[in-house]
């Protein structure tokens, strides 16, 4: 990594919220997650000179590392601008309606009888016959 990239740290802060909460800079933000994704830097190390917390560091380089991989993804899964078409020289008529389907015959359900009280029964009818 070259030191000269570093002269926007520490990160400008451009608002304090309720409760301490600090917003950064969007552009620094962004020059210091590439910082991080540069081989041999020390996350740790840019975190203190930046003034960020490194668990925070952390979450931003892994919340643009998913979704650049959510890019990644949805680029390789996109359909082809493109469909193949085939030519057919012969034509054959298809028929729309298929043969009659062969009947079956199911038998009728019978009543079914629940026990009540270990004692009566009641006769329930199947509504569906």
Same mark, same amino acid.
């Given at each position: 990594?070259?030191?000269?990239?570093?002269?926007?740290?520490?990160?400008?802060?451009?608002?304090?919220?309720?409760?301490?909460?600090?917003?950064?800079d969007?552009?620094?933000?962004?020059r210091l997650?590439?910082?991080?994704?540069?081989?041999?830097?020390?996350?740790l190390?840019?975190?203190?000179?930046?003034?960020v917390?490194?668990?925070?560091?952390?979450?931003?380089?892994?919340?643009?590392e998913?979704?650049?991989?959510? %890019?990644?993804?949805?680029?390789a899964?996109?359909p082809?601008a493109?469909?193949? %078409?085939v030519?057919?020289?012969d034509?054959?008529?298809?028929s729309?309606l298929?043969?009659?389907?062969?009947?079956?015959?199911?038998?009728k359900?019978?009543?079914?009888q629940l026990?009540?009280?270990f004692?009566?029964s009641?006769?329930?009818?199947?509504p569906?016959?």
């Amino acid at each position: 990594m070259i030191k000269n990239d570093l002269s926007f740290l520490p990160l400008r802060v451009t608002c304090v919220g309720a409760g301490g909460k600090r917003s950064f800079d969007p552009a620094d933000k962004q020059r210091l997650i590439d910082a991080c994704l540069e081989p041999g830097a020390s996350l740790l190390g840019l975190a203190l000179k930046a003034g960020v917390n490194a668990n925070q560091l952390h979450k931003w380089v892994r919340l643009r590392e998913q979704s650049n991989a959510a %890019v990644r993804d949805n680029l390789a899964l996109a359909p082809s601008a493109f469909m193949a %078409v085939v030519a057919i020289d012969d034509t054959v008529p298809v028929s729309v309606l298929s043969p009659a389907a062969p009947r079956v015959s199911v038998p009728k359900p019978e009543p079914l009888q629940l026990p009540i009280f270990f004692y009566d029964s009641l006769l329930i009818k199947n509504p569906f016959c």
